[in-house]
């Protein structure tokens, strides 16, 4: 399978930065679209950044402008830059990644979620 670690999460005060990383490895044939979400308590997990492998990107429209998404291929690795974080940008953030993975005997397309990293940011 294909497993995916994020990392960068913690800790920030408001208007302070952080940057999140996401690097995939495993079975890899090869990766379309990387990208974040996240969870916020006591709501649905939701979009916030994708980049695809030609580097197309795609932001939610609350967020633009405060973040953002880049992939560095070779290394199988999504990063998101936050800027002038707020209190609401807390949360569990998720990296996904798409793609075509070795599975079986044939490659096939499928995606994979990392763990989370944890967001907090305090006033």
């Known amino acids: 399978q294909v497993q995916l670690v994020e990392s960068g999460g913690g800790l920030v005060q408001a208007g302070g930065s952080l940057r999140l990383s996401c690097r995939a490895s495993g079975r890899i044939f090869s990766i379309d679209v990387m990208g974040w979400y996240r969870q916020a308590p006591g709501k649905q997990r939701e979009l916030v950044a994708t980049?695809?492998?030609?580097?197309?990107?795609n932001y939610a429209d609350s967020l633009k402008g405060r973040l953002t998404i880049s992939r560095d291929n070779a290394k199988n690795t999504a990063y998101l830059q936050m800027n002038n974080l707020k209190l609401e940008d807390t949360g569990v953030y998720y990296c996904?990644?798409?793609?075509?993975?070795?599975?079986?005997?044939?490659?096939?397309?499928?995606?994979?979620w990392g763990q989370g990293t944890q967001v907090t940011v305090s006033s």
């Open positions: 996904k990644a798409q793609g075509i993975w070795n599975i079986g005997t044939i490659p096939e397309r499928s995606q994979s």
């Open positions: 980049i695809s492998n030609d580097g197309l990107t």
